[in-house]
């Protein structure tokens, strides 16, 4: 096991992590390890990216202020506007350079 904190580690291996992580992998990836730790089911090995990883990619490729730029005075009730910055922001997600950090 890694010396690392769950908090700061960029992926957690699915025998890692249960329902007290949620906020760290998501519910799916939680109840994944849950099923692994608790119930006993076979689900084959796999891992989640944390959230910390995620936030350190918007920090360090440099995308989260544009991002939350075009989040700023979005109405979610306007589902055009609401469709057209969700496809501009997924437009930055994926185009954006992977930090040497995280290669």
């Known amino acids: 096991m890694s010396q690392i904190p769950k908090e700061k580690r960029l992926v957690l291996r699915f025998d890692e ?3 007290e992580d949620t906020a ?3 519910g799916k990836c939680a109840n994944l390890g849950e099923m692994i730790t608790k119930a006993r089911v076979p689900v084959p090995n796999g891992f989640a990216v944390t959230a910390h990883a995620y936030r350190f990619f918007l920090e360090k ?3 989260r202020e544009r991002i939350l730029s075009l989040l ?3 109405d979610v009730r ?3 506007q609401l469709n057209d910055r969700t496809s501009q922001i997924r437009e930055i ?3 954006a350079d992977l930090p040497r ?3």
């Open 61 to 63: 490729s440099g995308i």
């Open 24 to 26: 760290l992998v998501g």
């Open 78 to 80: 306007d589902l055009k």
């Open 93 to 95: 997600i994926q185009t």
């Open 72 to 74: 700023s005075g979005l």
């Open 17 to 19: 992590v249960g329902r």
């Open 101 to 103: 950090e995280l290669i």
